[in-house]
């Protein structure tokens, strides 16, 4: 039998690319989202669906009953849920702050102890990925709020991943550059703006969502890493791009 991948912030652009290539690689797919509305992709037989939110126990705690119902474990987790705020510290109020937290890092830590409580009690082993952003290692203006949720959730994995490697319990992050998405229409919003995001990057170019699909599946399936923070953005964090005249 398929083994089965828990697929968070499943109605999102990255998790509609992740998913299409991971059934690929022939996971079952539990796919979990806030929303009701979801791409066709979803009537797949591999796919089954439940909505929740996974920033507080008790929506993590759907993702526990299934299995528990159903007497099985899930392998993986592709943990890709999150939100994105543009907003320096005296633009950001308390409830956009809090917001951003709880999509960010709440999230991820809730619903990895879910994992590991399903995996630690069935057996041992089981790989967790989730999806950082540049801004956790480079101080970029205006991000404070999604910075300090993707700095606490990077710490989180390299502490998590200590904690559970002597279960086998293998835990990763891929760091994304800027994703060319819709959740970032709003950004790239004319070709100035997009010509001007691109130039910040020393490869010239904005992430695609297929780039950062296929390291989180590598990081998923690869058996000897853990504790990891993969950078896909282009070399924004490790080298400057080259400004000509």
Known sequence: MKPWLIVTG?????????????????????AVTRQKDL????????ITIIQADVSTMRGTGSVI?????RDEVPEGLAHLAGSFLLAGLLQTSEEQYRACLAANLDSAFFMLKAFVTLR????????AVFVSSVVSESGVAFHEAVAAAKGG???LVRASAATHARDGIRINAVRSGLMD????AHLLRNEQSRKMAQKQYPLGELIQPDQVAKAILFLLEEAQITG??????GGFNAIRPLVTI
């Open 10 to 30: 499943a109605s999102g652009s990255l998790a509609e690319t992740f998913i299409r290539l991971a059934l690929k690689s022939d996971w079952r797919i539990l």
């Open 39 to 46: 791409p066709a992709i979803f009537e797949s037989s591999e």
């Open 65 to 69: 009953n299934f299995f528990k119902e």
């Open 120 to 127: 630690k009690k069935h057996d041992n082993g089981g790989s």
């Open 153 to 155: 959730l990077e710490s």
């Open 181 to 184: 998405t819709k959740a970032a």
């Open 228 to 233: 990891q923070i993969l950078s896909v953005d």
